[in-house]
């Protein structure tokens, strides 16, 4: 198996600011401020929820007090049983451990005294109108992506019929204008000349553009084009699953590269390997088409059918029936 890595330097955000996460997930998540500013200094450093039910109870054993504290019907119908005396109290020693912040669920809200003395202590309060479960699994996911390790790749990454291709290759190769050809073809183009790429949970890798270059290319002699204006809506994706990586060669004669295909090829980021194939620039040839035949070749690959694999048995059963014969 022949492997190749990425050269980019991984990064790995180690907390986000309250005040981040709720610049850039309000709206999905349906957040508001009921409290003060306050706490939005404050770091959020695992990529998790906790319900402060045990805590608002008064046992702080293993309390996580680094997550992100979520209340919902349990917690509200908990403190509504306490006298107010009992109710500051319980939220007093819930802010003295420094939680990044307290949101409400259901579009209920605590009452004025008890966020006062969230606010005394420097931890915002938010509300959100989501349910509790619903808003916590939307919270971890988004939390997710902005704990996941990450880095920044030259090339372009284009969808082609469900397949997310990464194109890379020397200055002059062509990858825009490849790319160009396959939007064309009916392709949606995700990022041009740098994809962010995030690693996410080990298991797939999500590429994204920069959101100041976002639905543009660059191509040699025309300059900078708006593809949604020129091809359509349908012909950008804001983020797509990495399945494949498109090298393309002009460096290499076509006599120097297997004519099968059946070694195993692969580019490694983020401990993730991803199936890897040089195409040779070649004058003459249509580089567009051959990345939509490799991308159709790899969805047929990940079925379970190898079209080099299959053509190699297929020819040794017949060497030996000549050889029987």
């Known amino acids: ?23 850039l997930h309000r709206e999905e998540l349906q957040l508001s401020l009921i409290g003060s500013e306050g706490g939005f200094a404050r770091q959020v450093s695992e990529p998790t929820i906790n319900r402060p039910g045990l805590a ?5 054993d293993y309390f996580a007090c680094r997550r992100i504290q979520v209340v919902g019907n349990q917690e509200l119908a908990w403190l509504e049983s306490r006298s107010p005396e009992e109710q500051r109290r319980s939220m007093s020693e819930l802010c003295s451990h420094d939680s990044p912040c307290l949101i409400v669920c259901r579009g209920k809200s605590l ?27 939307a919270a971890t996911i988004r939390l997710e992506w902005d704990f996941a390790p990450n880095v920044s790749e030259h090339g372009s990454m284009v969808d082609v019929k469900g397949i997310g291709i990464l194109v890379k ?11 160009l050809g396959l939007i064309e073809r009916g392709h949606s183009l995700v990022a041009d000349d740098l994809v962010h790429l995030r690693a996410l949970e080990g298991r797939e890798i999500i590429g994204t553009a920069p959101e100041q270059g976002r639905y543009y ?8 084009i708006n593809i949604p204006a020129l091809f359509g809506i349908g ?25 099968v295909g059946s070694e195993t ?17 070649v004058a003459g040839r249509n580089i567009a088409q051959l990345v939509e035949v490799a991308a159709l070749d790899q969805k047929l690959r990940s079925l379970g059918h190898n079209s080099a694999v299959e053509f190699n048995k ?12």
Not at 116 to 132: E, I, L, W, Y
Not at 169 to 179: D, I, L, Q, R
Not at 235 to 259: P, Y
Request: charged letters at 25%; hydrophobic letters at 40%; zero cysteines.
């Open 1 to 23: 198996m022949d492997r190749r890595s990425s050269t980019s330097k991984v990064r790995q955000p180690a907390h986000i600011s309250v005040g981040d996460f709720f610049k």
């Open 56 to 60: 608002l109870a008064g046992f702080y």
């Open 111 to 137: 009452p004025p005294e008890l966020i006062s003395v969230a606010d005394a202590a420097g931890m915002s309060v938010f509300q959100t109108s989501m349910n509790t479960m619903k808003f916590i699994n």
């Open 169 to 179: 290759g020397g200055s002059g190769t062509g990858k825009s204008e490849t790319v």
């Open 217 to 224: 290319m660059e191509i040699r002699g025309l300059g900078v």
């Open 235 to 259: 012909a950008m994706r804001l983020e797509k699953r990495l399945d494949l990586v498109v090298v393309l060669r002009n460096d290499i004669e076509l006599k120097d590269f297997e004519r």
């Open 265 to 281: 090829k692969t580019w490694s980021a983020m401990g993730i390997e991803i199936p890897l194939v040089e195409i040779p620039v």
């Open 314 to 325: 297929n020819l040794m059963k017949l060497m030996e029936k000549r050889r029987i014969s």
